[in-house]
């Protein structure tokens, strides 16, 4: 393995990783009125789209990456839309 391919799986899992603590503290505090559902959605259609170009390039790196965060910052977005709906 190169380092640039190191440096690129490494950069990917903690951009990844990033929103754990953010889904850890939202679950337990069930506080995000000043969490931004905007920042999220935007943030889901970036990586979303950074999904689909790693499918058109075959690069399994950028999918497998890009394709968990869309997961777990639609997991967030979900969160803050249901915790504000209820107002909790």
Known sequence: ???????GILAG?????????QIIKALQTRKVEDVSPY???????????WTVYGIFKMDWPIILTNGISF???SLMLGIIITQKQHGI
């Open 13 to 21: 899992v903690f951009t990844t990783l990033a929103v754990l603590p």
């Open 39 to 49: 920042m999220f959605f935007i943030l889901c259609l970036g990586v979303g789209l």
């Open 1 to 7: 393995m190169l380092a640039e391919d190191l440096i």
């Open 71 to 73: 997961i777990l910052n």
